[in-house]
């Protein structure tokens, strides 16, 4: 795995949210007929996607009723700085997918000497 291979994501506020190998432009996004909100998938137990996300996940879940007219739960995950919603997963524990609000978050330049890229050499 290449070091140029993983993204980093930031908050609109600048705050530090994500780092993920593939970038995000390389996954799926959700059907949009079953949830009206722009989400990107990421898979959890799946060997191919590695990624770390900063952010404060809500105890108790928000239900939501989906375009297909079923319920579904969702734990929110917010910005630690500013407290934006910035993903969501829809179980308890042992979730299978993180999903990305497309909105909340842009990429950052991990030659900018964040930790992320703290093997590079001069
Ligand atoms: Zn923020």
């Not at 059907?31 to 990107?40: F, K, L, M, Q, R």
């Not at 319920?71 to 829809?90: G, I, K, Q, S």
């Not at 042992?94 to 978050?105: G, R, V």
Request: proline letters at 7%; charged letters at 25%.
């Amino acid at each position: 795995m290449h070091q140029s291979d993983i993204a980093a994501y930031r908050c609109r506020c600048a705050q530090f949210v994500l780092a993920i190998t593939p970038p995000l432009s390389n996954l799926p996004h959700r059907d949009p007929s079953i949830c009206g909100v722009p989400s990107i998938v990421i898979p959890r137990n799946d060997g191919r996607c590695v990624f770390t996300i900063n952010a404060d996940r809500d105890r108790k879940s928000t239900n939501l009723r989906r375009k297909d007219g079923k319920d579904e739960r969702w734990f929110m995950y917010h910005c630690p700085r500013c407290n934006l919603a910035v993903a969501y997963d829809t179980a308890d524990k042992e979730a299978a997918f993180t999903y990305i609000l497309e909105s909340a978050l842009l990429p950052m330049d991990v030659d900018e000497g964040n930790s992320v890229n703290e093997t590079r050499r001069i």
